[in-house]
């Protein structure tokens, strides 16, 4: 079972990168794509853990969970809009999940990039 302080799933090796424009409500929006590696604190990789993202803007912020899944080999891949953006993981099996929303710990894990054109 793991403890307490490894509650939260790690990413490793994340890359981005900006990419060309996609359709969003009829008008383009500049995205770009992260890819990366699920590992808990021991290294192991993690298949099947849930993908979360924070996004950051000047009218505030949100947090989505289920965006994507870890593949084999915990390898992942996301598609998300320029700016700010934390992503961290989670699963419940094994026992990696926060103990509640609210939880400060639940962002522990959490790596913030920039991405820009």
């Known amino acids: 079972m793991p403890s307490p302080l490894a ?4 990413l490793a090796a994340i890359t981005a990168s900006a ?3 996609q359709p969003v409500s009829g008008r383009e929006q500049p995205a770009g794509t992260i890819t990366g590696v699920v590992s808990n604190n021991d290294g192991d990789l993690i298949e099947g853990a849930i993908l979360c993202t924070s996004l950051w803007s000047a009218t505030g912020s949100s947090t989505s969970c289920g965006v994507a899944q ?3 080999g915990g390898q992942f891949e996301l598609h998300v809009p320029l700016g700010e953006v934390g992503v961290f993981a989670e699963k419940q099996e094994g026992g990696y999940f926060p103990a509640s929303d609210a939880s ?3 962002m522990k894990g959490m790596r913030k990039l920039t991405l820009t054109p």
Request: zero cysteines.
């Open 70 to 72: 870890s593949g084999k």
């Open 7 to 10: 509650a939260l799933l790690l």
């Open 19 to 21: 990419q060309a424009t």
């Open 104 to 106: 400060p710990s639940r």
